[in-house]
């Protein structure tokens, strides 16, 4: 894993150390809301300067090349930048199911996935603790971990934060939400998700590329994107394939999901207070083999 030269050479420790300095007044995402976390001060995200998780564990239900034969060694982080009104994993992001680890603590979580035979470690909604994490991950390296990191978050990242990354991450696992930034400020309050993550995307893909399979079709490294679609087109779907195709590469892998559904506070938007139809999602697959008929396309969609 790059991570490990980063460390044997003393970079994952200077990386660590020029992340922190993002996190006394808080600049880790591009909310940029400035709070003194580490005086004990809650940032708009919700994250303190402890590392909170709601769980973590052996994942079978991520994308093929993510599990392998001994699952996704997942750790899922309370809190998240975004406000997505339709969250489907509300009561993490929110908050409401968290407890606090230490950065040993989250080492030790880190050794233990891989001893239970997960074939990576995959940071859900990562991007508020990146500091805590480099700091854990530098404990796990010299405990021995050497099985590739995920980056699995909402693209909605900063590039100096991603910058930091470049040689740590192995692979990144973002969504791209929304072409339209009206759509983003109504059902996640942030006006500027389709520029930030169009960036963060195009950063990703040059730190990393495209996905690479080993011999036994589980990823060691590369960019896989995720699209969920959403009722009535509002994801933008057809236009965040074009920009893929166009600006990442024709080439790239993406998840296209099928599973949105209303919940949390969905139902106060009749017009996304619904599943989509076949159709709808019959429609999103086709934009992409449009967009680009080299994507290689993980079209799970148990529903249909
Ligand atoms: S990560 Fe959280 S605390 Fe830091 S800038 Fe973003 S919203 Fe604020």
Request: charged share 25%; with cysteine.
């Amino acid at each position: 894993m790059s991570y490990l030269n980063l460390y044997r050479s003393g970079e994952l420790r200077r990386r660590a150390d020029e992340l922190r300095k993002h996190i006394d007044r808080c600049s880790l995402c591009p909310w940029e809301c400035g709070a003194l976390r580490l005086e004990g001060e809650r940032g708009k995200c919700g994250a303190g300067d402890r590392v909170e998780i709601s769980g973590y564990g052996p994942h079978f239900g991520e994308e093929p090349p993510l599990v392998g034969r001994g699952g996704s060694g997942t750790i899922f982080f309370s809190f998240c930048s975004l406000r997505c009104v339709f969250c489907q994993n509300y009561e993490t992001s929110r908050g409401r199911e968290r407890y606090e680890v230490s950065t040993g603590e989250l080492a030790e979580i880190m050794l233990e996935l891989q001893k239970r035979g997960c074939v990576n470690i995959n940071l859900v909604t990562p991007s508020h603790f990146v500091y805590q994490i480099i700091e854990a991950l530098e404990a796990a390296c010299g405990l021995g971990l050497q099985i590739p990191l995920v980056y699995n978050c909402s693209g909605y990242e900063k590039l100096d934060i991603l910058r930091n990354l470049h040689g740590i991450v192995d692979i990144y696992l973002p969504d791209i939400k929304y072409a339209d930034a009206e759509i983003a400020k109504k059902y996640s309050g942030i006006e500027d998700y389709p520029r930030v993550a169009k960036a963060a995307l195009k950063e990703m893909h040059r730190q990393v590329g495209d996905l690479v399979l080993d011999r036994n079709g589980v990823a060691v490294r590369g960019l896989l994107i995720r699209h969920l679609v959403m009722p009535g087109g509002l994801a933008g779907t057809a236009n965040l394939m074009e920009f893929i195709a166009r600006e990442i590469s024709p080439t790239s892998w993406i998840n296209i999901m099928d599973q949105y559904y209303p919940t949390y506070l969905a139902y106060r938007y009749p017009e996304i207070s619904r599943r989509i139809s076949r159709e709808e999602f019959k429609e999103a697959v086709a934009a992409a083999k449009s967009a680009s008929p080299q994507f290689h396309l993980i079209i799970d969609c148990p529903r249909f």
